[in-house]
């Protein structure tokens, strides 16, 4: 079906899709995602916490974790950040890509330049410092999109609240 311009009516899901710079925007400011990864024991699920950079994900992860070791097996994950406490003001976005480690693990400081911009917002994030700690325990796992989906109910017209 078309309308009267010759367009196809706009889906609801996309009415509720967030812009690029909208994801963006919501990714830099949330703080915790949530992982999904499937090891032998069958899905495992995990809050982490991440930068947003240059369209890509960046976790720091223990790396004795499950989910570490899950992903040494089977990189494949999805990636959940939302937000919102009425049903009205939900928001959030997947991220389905897959999931590798970066740089040396556990990191422990060699110089490694993609991580430079990185590791300096995820100590202004999580810190409040511009330079970041090393535990020896943690690594990053960088995760390239492959699909992202997003919603925002915030843009819902009010009739179908």
């Known amino acids: 079906m078309t309308s009267d311009s010759g367009l196809r009516p706009q889906q609801h899901r996309r009415v509720i ?6 994801v963006d925007t919501f990714l830099t400011g949330q703080r915790t995602c949530r992982l999904a990864t499937i090891g032998t024991n069958g899905p495992h699920l995990s809050a982490l916490w991440f930068v947003w ?6 976790l720091s992860s223990i790396t004795k974790s499950q989910r570490w070791k899950d992903l040494a097996a089977d990189p494949r994950t999805a990636v959940l950040v939302d937000d919102g406490e009425e049903y009205s003001e939900l928001r959030g976005v997947e991220i389905r890509g897959s999931a590798l480690p970066f740089g040396e693990a ?14 300096r917002l995820f100590a202004r994030k999580y810190r409040g410092a511009d330079t970041m700690t090393y535990d020896g325990r943690h690594g990053w796992l960088k995760l ?15 009739s179908r609240r």
């Open 17 to 22: 899709a967030m812009t690029e710079d909208e």
């Open 53 to 58: 950079h240059d369209h890509t994900l960046w």
């Open 106 to 119: 556990p990191r422990v400081g060699e110089d490694v330049p993609e991580l430079v911009p990185v590791e």
């Open 144 to 158: 390239v999109p492959e699909k992202i989906t997003s919603w925002d109910f915030r843009k819902m017209p009010s």
